[in-house]
């Protein structure tokens, strides 16, 4: 499995961004994927997760309300719209896998449990 993160920038404060995360080499719609991010020196924190149809979403504390996770199998690609963006938004964000279609609590919180990470997007808030 391949994961590929793209789509980060640097946007004003009450911005908005898309990112997107391509899978390869295994079917796309096997996989349950989430978004984490990090900062230097701190651990990878959990921002939101989708399984594998699309039908269940789940989000971090700190993002419900303005981040939106998506996912198209048909163009084997999620995504994370990101409205509201605040200055704390501003990390190295990654797209991974834990290799299962559902995904489950408490385990989609800890980055220990994914086996596959893409190579992360850089999103910088700041005007």
């Known amino acids: 499995v391949q994961l590929q993160a793209s789509g980060g920038g640097q946007v004003q404060p009450g911005g908005s961004l898309r990112l997107s995360c391509a899978l390869s080499g295994r079917p796309f719609s096997n996989y349950a994927l989430a978004w984490f991010r990090q900062n230097p020196g701190k651990e990878r924190e959990f921002v939101a997760a989708?399984?594998?149809?699309?039908?269940?979403?789940y989000y971090g504390d700190s993002v419900k309300g303005r981040f939106t996770i998506s996912r198209d199998n048909a163009v084997n690609t999620m995504y994370l719209q990101m409205n509201s963006l605040k200055p704390e938004d501003t990390a190295v964000y990654y797209c991974?896998?834990?290799?299962?279609?559902?995904?489950?609590?408490?385990?989609?919180?800890?980055?220990?449990?994914?086996?596959?990470w893409g190579q992360g997007t850089q999103v910088t808030v700041s005007s």
């Open positions: 989708i399984n594998w149809n699309g039908g269940m979403t």
């Open positions: 991974g896998t834990e290799g299962y279609s559902e995904s489950y609590y408490p385990d989609r919180l800890s980055s220990s449990k994914y086996r596959y």
